[in-house]
């Protein structure tokens, strides 16, 4: 009979409510070569797991001209790499 209440016990608990997830957004491959000594060089200056999206907010601050965004970014790799 404790098999049964147990199972009665689980059944009464309230299932959790699922977060809804925000819609991704949408993205496409943009892809270049580099030399060695290029890649390391992002990788020193991005730190550590952030050099894609260092790359990826330098280029756009230099596609749109945004020269802020691209001092914000440097600092933040800066301060990354402390």
């Given at each position: ?45 991005a730190g550590p ?25 440097l600092k933040e ?6």
């Amino acid at each position: 009979m404790a098999k049964n209440s147990k199972k009665k016990a689980k059944a009464a608990k309230a299932p959790k409510p699922k977060k809804e997830k925000a819609p991704k957004e949408e993205l496409c491959v943009f892809a270049f070569r580099l030399t060695p000594a290029e890649r390391d060089a992002i990788h020193k200056a991005a730190g550590p797991a952030r050099a894609s999206r260092f790359v990826r907010t330098i280029a756009v601050a230099a596609a749109r001209e945004d020269e802020k965004a691209y001092r914000v970014a440097l600092k933040e790799a800066r301060e990354a790499r402390q």
